[in-house]
Structures are given as C-alpha cells and as structure tokens.
C-alpha cells in the first residue's frame, strides 16, 4: 500500500493525532504521513504533495467524514493566515495534544522516561487575548483566489499583515484577527491604507529596498493604554512622510497613547530598530498584574496574554513552594514580571536580562510598586551569571528563556552553582526537553504543570520544578 504515495497521489486517510509543531499525523501501513488543516478523527482525501524517505506531506483537497473534535473557524482568514493553526479544533482536544506533546518531547528528547503531567490550566480568554502583534510589510503581497480571478484594475500587491502560513516571503492583508482588539484591528487597516498611498514601497525581503517594514501594536489590556511601533528603513530625506503618517493617527486614534518611530536597515526580517524616537506620549504602557504596575517599552518582553500571565505567576509560586528566605535569581527576566510578582515572598531577586530596554523598566517597574529587594543586571547571561554569583549561591533559581531555550553556558553555569531548586518556565517543549536532559545530572524532575497562552496555535507555556538531587 505504501507504493501508492507518491507525488501526485489523491489517498484517502484516517487522521490519527496531531504532531509535535502543530500538524496533523496519518499512517498507512505504519508510513508517515502529514497533513496541514486536518483534525483527529476526520478522514479525508489528500494530494501528497511531497514525498520523503521516511515520509510524506499532503494537503487536504476534501473532508470525506467529518471528527467530533472539529469546529467551524470565526476567523475569515483561517487557512491562509499563519496566526491560528488549530481554530477548527474544538478548545478541549486543543489542550489535549498540546499535554500530550511536552509528555512526548520530555520523554524522548529529555529522557525522562514517562512523567506525569498536570492538566493544562486553561487560558482565560479565548479570542482577542494577545496584547501585542506584529505585522510585516510586503511589496507582493498573497493575492486571493478571487482577485486573480478578477478581469479588471490590477490589484495593488502593497501589503500590511501577518505570514501565509509557511511562507517567509508572502505576507496576507489581514481586515479582521481574533487574536487581538477589534481596535488594533483598525489600525492596522488603515495604516496600510495611508502608507500605501503614500507612493513610498514596502520592504523587499529578496532585494533588501524600500521603506515602510512593520507594525507593532501593544496593548495594556487592564489600563486600556496603546502602544504603537512603526519601524522602517533609514529615513533620508523622508522624516516628513513618516511625521504626516504619525500626525494622522494620533488624530483617528486617540486611544493611541503613545507611538514610537524605530529605523532598522538590517537585512533580517526581525521587528527591532537600530534607533528609536518617541514621536508622542511617553514611550511606553502601564499594564497591571494583580496589584503590580509594569512599564513596558517598545522593544520589552512581557508575556502576549496578560490574563494567562497571571495564571502563569501563580502557578511559579506555587510550584516554587517559597517560605520568605530565599535568595533568587531570575534569569532572562525580561520586565522583571516575574521577578516582581514573587519580591514579597522571598528575601531577594536578582534579574538577567540581555535587552536594555527592558532592564530599565524593570528597574522602573521597582520604582513604581515601591519594592527595594530586586535588582537588575543587563547583558548577555552566559557573561553576566558570574557578577550574580558575587552576591552568593542562590536558593532558587527561576529561568524563562526565549524558545531556543538556555545557552549551554547557562545551564553549566547552573549546574556550577547548583541551587536547591530550579524553576524552569518555557515556551518550547522541544528545547525544554533539552534543558531538562542537562539538569537531570543533578536535579530530579518534579511538578510540571502547562499553561496555555497562545489558544489556537500549536504553543503552550510549562512550568517544571528541578529539586537538587543528595549527591553526597
């Protein structure tokens, strides 16, 4: 029966899972095969579209019989969008596969061998919860069907949006996202309407020319406050442009509280500039976690779901287990979110975190809730971990790396150090399963307990406890 996959084939298949990275998974005869928008329990008719060795991607052309677990998508652009993989799956079977995975990643890349997982803790919110986004300038744009099809005007090809699902290079006009306020929603659509008319080109990707490059829109979803980041090439005679875009939104969208003009002229598609200027307002947010205050800058880490971030805190404290002694480090501290929300449950904190940015409002942050047992240090951590050492071994640990997970140095360093407990936060089962493999060397696996944050995508956030084993 495998014979019959190959390139060009129509099959039809039972869908049994989702894989790891958000696809889902069928076999015949024990071979592989994956397939984009399908849902466990469905079966289908799929067009192998590429064939492997050790198995085959397909693309579903038709829903024979439909799963139990499937449910019709809200959003008008689910399918192509990259934003959303699993809308049409019913939220329940979501966190399902989404334990399933950090059981799988833990056991097989961590070698933990089986482990016990917590239920997910669910997100407060599911639509409309993230309070930051990212869009990207294209100068060809994903065209659809319909618009091909059309025999008149050309369409423009200038784009504001979010990545077709896959494509670096292909960015989709987005007019309505679930993902964030119905507001950032308007903006968006008519800061793309203003720049396109503005007879300045989007960004190439491929010749690396033109001006206008993203949008980052942040909102303090407990304050109602608005953060817009407009980031693009070196300006050069083109400030004025830029200053009639920026007067115009301060004028439509008074919600906006605060814009900042960032010129980037690397070639990496990353939405960070060179230099900034704050255009108007402060130059910054106030979101509220609980009864803290965070200042929260253009290029800072704060976690994108504010209600789940709560629910994510909590969970540390618990798992954490303090007792009001403890001296502790928070390593990639970002804000200080974490770092802060814990200061009134241990002796002391000292946060690590690379971008300066985010080290001054963390050091703000402190000025604004009046907490005097947290200090900042900013830098590379693989560099800084030995000035934090100066201050004594810690009790405690907390680490939230960025999805690659901990530089190796990092966790030497840890392991050099050896707190009595670790508390390990991340966003990526895959490089969490790493981590884990290295400290299992001497800390022992405890609770872990997943949270999600991001519904409808593949992602999750995890909180795993490591107790220092007796060496002897």
């Known amino acids: 029966m495998v014979e019959k996959i190959a390139k060009g084939a129509e099959i039809e298949f039972e869908v049994d899972k989702l894989a790891f990275g958000g696809k889902a998974l069928a076999k015949m005869d024990g071979f592989v095969v994956f397939l984009n928008r399908a849902v ?36 008008p652009h689910f399918g192509l969008c990259g934003g959303c993989f699993w809308q049409d799956i019913a ?140 980031i ?18 301060r004028s439509t969208f008074p919600q906006i509280t605060t814009l900042i003009h960032s010129i980037s002229d690397k070639s990496s598609q990353v939405a960070v500039g060179d230099s900034s200027r704050v255009a108007f307002g402060p130059g910054y947010i106030e979101e509220r976690l609980g009864e803290l205050r965070f200042r929260i800058s253009a290029h800072s880490f704060f976690q994108t779901n504010t209600l789940a971030a709560i629910e994510l805190y909590n969970t540390i404290l618990r798992l954490a287990g303090f007792d009001g002694s403890e001296r502790v480090w928070d390593l990639y501290c970002g804000t200080g979110s974490i770092g802060l929300y814990i200061a009134s449950r241990v002796k002391s904190v000292i946060g690590i975190e690379l971008v ?58 840890l392991l050099e150090t050896l707190p009595g407990r670790i508390i390990a936060v991340s966003c990526n089962p895959a490089s969490l399963a790493r981590d884990a493999a290295m400290l299992l060397e001497a800390y022992d696996m405890g609770q872990v307990q997943p949270i999600d944050l991001f519904p409808h995508t593949p992602h999750l956030e995890c909180v795993v406890r490591f107790d220092r084993k007796n060496l002897g």
């Open 40 to 75: 466990p329990g469905q079966r289908v008719r799929a067009l192998i579209t590429r064939k492997k060795r050790n198995y085959a991607e397909a693309r579903v052309v038709e829903t024979i019989s439909q799963s139990p677990a499937y449910t019709p998508a809200v959003c």
């Open 91 to 230: 939220y329940e079977e979501q966190l399902f596969w989404k334990k399933a995975h950090i059981a799988e990643c833990l056991e097989h890349i961590g070698g933990t061998g089986p482990v016990e997982i917590e239920p997910v803790i669910a997100s407060p919110e599911l639509f409309h919860y993230r309070n930051k986004m990212e869009f990207t300038f294209s100068e060809k744009r994903w065209l659809l069907t319909e618009e091909l099809e059309r025999d008149f005007d050309r369409p423009s090809l200038f784009g504001l949006g979010l990545h077709v699902r896959g494509l670096f290079d292909k960015v989709l006009n987005i007019d309505t996202c679930f993902l964030q306020s119905p507001l950032a929603c308007s903006i968006l659509g008519e800061v793309r309407r203003w720049a396109a008319s503005s007879g300045l080109p989007a960004y190439s990707v491929r010749s690396h020319e033109g001006f206008w490059r993203f949008l980052v829109l942040r909102e303090a979803k407990s304050t109602g406050q608005l953060l817009a980041h407009l």
């Open 232 to 249: 693009t090439s070196g300006t050069r005679g083109k400030e004025g442009t830029v200053d009639l875009l920026i007067e115009h939104l």
């Open 356 to 413: 300066e940015e985010a080290v001054r409002d963390a050091r703000e942050n402190c000025h604004l809730n009046d907490i005097h047992n947290c200090t900042f240090f900013g830098g590379d951590l693989k560099d800084v971990i030995g000035k934090a050492s100066q201050s004594g071994r810690p009790d405690v640990v907390i680490v939230d790396p960025p999805r690659a997970g901990m530089h190796p140095k990092v966790v030497k360093s």
